[in-house]
């Protein structure tokens, strides 16, 4: 009987395939490392981190962005722009109003859509945009993030008319508002325009917001600007509307209080400007209160109004720029307030000293013996003290102190050494404890620093050396010195209040901030008013002019060559009632008059008839039948 054979096992070939390659080698199976696993884990786990940042940017971060633009695909979104708050004078009278208007409107994203570019053009030519307007308006705006942007601000109701029948989808008329102020005010309040496209991306604006660009407007923007409403008509997919929601009504803008006294304002305006005629170009008018530095009063002229912006900027006469603040002038006598004040503090010269001027000094010449330099006084004077010196304005007399009499001692009555007198250091030093080197912080633009000349500088400079005759001339406020206006008169609101130099304040409520305390000299101060008394109180005092009004003021006068001693700056700095009291409502007035004759001839008048109007007004008002409000 046959065996039977042993079944035999189907076996694959991959099998035999495996178990041949298996048997032929000697390395055994390993197990897979730790490594490989954490690396894939990791780069999954960046992998999903990069989702979830790029799902996080786009539905978070960038959610509004894509929202309005899935939006304005589908819906049409309008914005109503808020009412800027009104800026007010100290009774509550509006400085700053605002008025109805019409603006143009674009929205890009239907601009597209609709290929309306050409159309567009069109019509804005015909409103006088020219192609190169538009193209400076898209480059300013923010085309991809904004729904709309401006393409002219107050149109006609013409030209509203003209838009509204060409239409055109991506182009449209809307309510605006527009700032209304005249020009006694421009250089307190400013201007307001549209934000650049930076301004749009810092401070989340729209294209269609209106921002402050200068001064009050500026500063306070984001009290006054108000919050936009937003309106949105619905469509379908065929473009037809499905009704209008509104997301939210605007909210008008939080009004500002000034310390300006608007009939201050006006009537300083006026009196200033017709002052000017036949004078130079332009001057300058500030009032303050030296007991708190609240100011009541700020005029530059030339000015400009509202509706003349565009024309300003191109004004040869430059309108826009605020003499008040930004204007660096020469003070002229002036300044011998504070030379006077600090002479007296480092006993240079005493109050019963006397310098006597006999209407020129001379100074040796080295190169030229027979030909000595001589500094002129404006008249021979005779023997003066501090006090006649600063009611008269006697060159000499502060040629004396400031720079001394090296070679003219014969000309100096008193014990003290007066051969150098405060020098170039010295002046500098009393310059600048009355802040004139520095801006004040007044809430307005483009405040300019005062400069203090020193013989380093002018070493640098020049490469000629300092000489007295250039002390001389700094000490009567002229040569290389110049100061800002506004901080010129509030060193002399510093002079009569004692000491204190307050920051300029033109927010009604806002507490007062000392800059400096210089309460140390007020002894000497008080030496400076009597001269300044006399110049208003002496017969022979340059302010005298001011003898007759109804209430004691001091003052000091000065002039100052100018274009090469061509032309005069006439200024005047004086302050009243005395004794200064709160309830007196006391105020400090500066007059600049630009290419005057002198002044007492041109800046004294103006400054008498604003006394006068402050006292009728403001002082006395029931007595003079004046509404004090107004």
């Known amino acids: 009987m046959p065996k039977k054979r042993a079944r035999i096992k189907d076996i694959s ?4 395939a495996i178990d041949n390659v298996s048997s032929g080698t000697s390395r055994r199976e390993r197990p897979v490392r730790n490594i490989i696993f954490m690396a894939t884990a990791g780069l999954f786990s960046v992998f999903c981190l990069l989702v979830f940042l790029r799902v996080f940017y786009l539905g978070g971060i960038k959610f509004n962005f894509y929202k309005a633009k899935a939006d304005s695909n589908v819906n049409k979104i309008t914005i109503t722009s ?17 008025a109805p208007s019409l603006s143009l409107r674009l929205r890009p994203s239907e601009l597209i859509k609709f290929n309306e570019a050409e159309a567009v053009e069109s019509i804005a030519g015909n409103l006088n945009i020219s192609k190169e307007d538009l193209d400076e308006i898209f480059s300013k705006s923010d085309l991809q993030g904004s729904s709309e942007i401006i393409i002219k601000k107050e149109i006609s109701s013409q030209e509203a008319i003209l838009v509204e029948g060409s239409g055109l989808k991506s182009l449209y008329v809307a309510k605006d508002n527009k700032r209304i102020f005249d020009p006694e005010f421009a250089h307190i309040v400013g201007y307001v325009g549209f934000p650049t496209k930076g301004e749009i991306f810092e401070r989340e604006l729209t294209s269609v917001d209106v921002i402050g660009k200068t001064n009050l407007e500026k500063k306070y923007d984001s009290l006054l600007r108000g919050i936009n409403g937003e309106n949105v008509v619905y469509r379908n997919v065929k473009g037809e509307s499905l009704g209008t929601h509104t997301f939210s009504e605007p909210k008008k803008g939080d009004d500002l209080a000034t310390t300006i006294d608007a009939g201050l304002q006006k009537f300083f305006y006026s009196r200033l400007q017709k002052a000017l005629e036949g004078a130079g170009p332009g001057g300058v008018g500030i009032a303050i209160n030296p007991l708190n530095g609240d100011v ?23 309108p826009l720029f605020n003499r008040a603040v930004t204007g660096l002038y020469s003070p002229g006598s002036t300044i011998k307030t504070v030379i006077a004040a600090g002479a007296l503090k480092d006993g240079v010269i005493d109050t019963d000293e006397m310098v006597l001027s006999t209407g020129h000094l001379d100074i040796p010449n080295k190169y030229h013996p027979e030909y000595p330099t001589r500094f002129v006084d404006w008249k021979a004077h005779g023997w003066v003290d501090v006090y006649s010196a600063l009611a008269r304005s006697s060159n000499i007399f502060f040629y004396a102190v400031g720079g001394g009499l090296p070679y003219n001692l014969d000309l100096f009555m008193g014990d003290s050494d007066l051969s150098s ?9 009393y310059y600048s404890i009355f802040r004139l080197d520095k801006k004040t912080g007044i809430d307005l633009s483009g405040e300019s620093e005062g400069y203090l000349p020193s013989a380093e500088d002018k070493k640098e400079r020049t490469g000629i050396d300092w000489t007295i005759g250039d002390t001389y001339n700094v000490s009567i406020g002229q040569g290389d010195l110049v100061v800002t206006p506004i901080s010129l008169i509030n060193a002399v609101s510093s002079i009569v209040n004692g000491g204190k130099i307050f920051k300029p304040n033109l927010i009604l409520g806002k507490e007062s901030e000392i800059l400096d305390d210089i309460s140390y000299l007020s002894k000497e101060l008080s030496e400076v008013v009597v001269g300044m008394k006399d110049a208003v109180n002496k017969s022979y005092g340059t302010a005298s002019m001011l003898n007759s009004l109804p209430f004691e003021t001091c003052a000091k006068t000065g002039s100052a060559q100018v274009m090469n001693n061509t032309q005069t700056n006439a200024f005047f700095v004086g302050c009243g009632p005395f004794p200064l009291k709160e309830e007196e409502n006391p105020i400090c007035v500066l007059v600049l008059v630009e290419q005057a004759k002198e002044g007492g001839l041109n800046a004294v008048p103006v400054a008498y008839d604003v006394f006068k ?11 003079n039948g004046q509404d004090a409000t107004e």
């Open 296 to 318: 009541l009063s700020l005029v530059s002229i030339p000015s400009f109004s509202s509706s003349d912006i565009s024309e300003s900027l191109v004004d040869p006469n430059k």
């Open 421 to 429: 007198g405060l020098g170039i250091n010295g002046l500098k030093k």
């Open 13 to 16: 070939f991959d099998e035999i």
């Open 82 to 98: 808020a009412e800027r708050g009104f800026i007010l004078d100290r009774y509550g009278n509006k400085i700053v109003d605002n």
């Open 613 to 623: 109007w402050y006292y009728d007004s403001r002082i006395n008002p029931v007595q």
